[in-house]
């Protein structure tokens, strides 16, 4: 399979919506990404990163298919040679590496685009599938925050991977 990093325009808002309307998903990202996803979500998420520049979130393409989300997000300050990573990938394709390449490509692009020496993701405790996609992508746990996160009435440990450039 061909992973591919794209750019977002309005003329996906149909599939971002229909893929990223999803209560699975929505339970393993912050309380930022909206459950149920709308449409004027959607439009409102692509219009704000289509004023990034460089840019910073990308679709992830598989085969040329639109079939998640991927960003990089440079700090600032004393943290300012740091940068986070998110994603999201649409539940029929959970399971064939997609997330892996992405994450390949996104450190790739960070490593080109930014002044930056570390890049990390901060996933819950219990999304055991971007852990290992996390792993499987060079990353290293570095520390478990106990109870740190409250999502859906319950507190969750806050894991933080990374991997220096």
Avoid: C
């Amino acid at each position: 399979m061909n992973i591919t990093l794209g750019t977002w325009t309005l003329e996906d808002v149909d599939i971002l919506v229909q893929y990223a309307n999803n209560k699975k998903i929505a339970d393993r990202l912050t309380d930022a990404f909206p459950y149920p996803y709308r449409m004027d979500d959607g439009i409102r998420f692509i219009e704000k990163i289509s004023l990034d520049h460089p840019q910073r979130v990308f679709a992830i393409m598989a085969d040329g298919e639109l079939v998640g989300s991927i960003g990089i997000f440079p700090k600032e300050d004393v943290h300012r040679r740091n940068a986070e990573i998110g994603y999201w990938l649409a539940e029929p394709f959970w399971g064939k590496g997609i997330v892996v390449e992405a994450i390949k490509l996104i450190v790739e692009y960070g490593r080109r685009n930014f002044d930056i020496k570390r890049i990390y993701a901060v996933p819950f405790s219990t999304n055991i599938a971007s852990q290992r996609v996390l792993e499987k992508a060079g990353f290293k746990l570095e520390a478990k925050l106990e109870k740190a996160l409250y999502k859906n009435g319950e507190y969750l440990d806050e894991l933080i991977y990374s991997i220096l450039l």
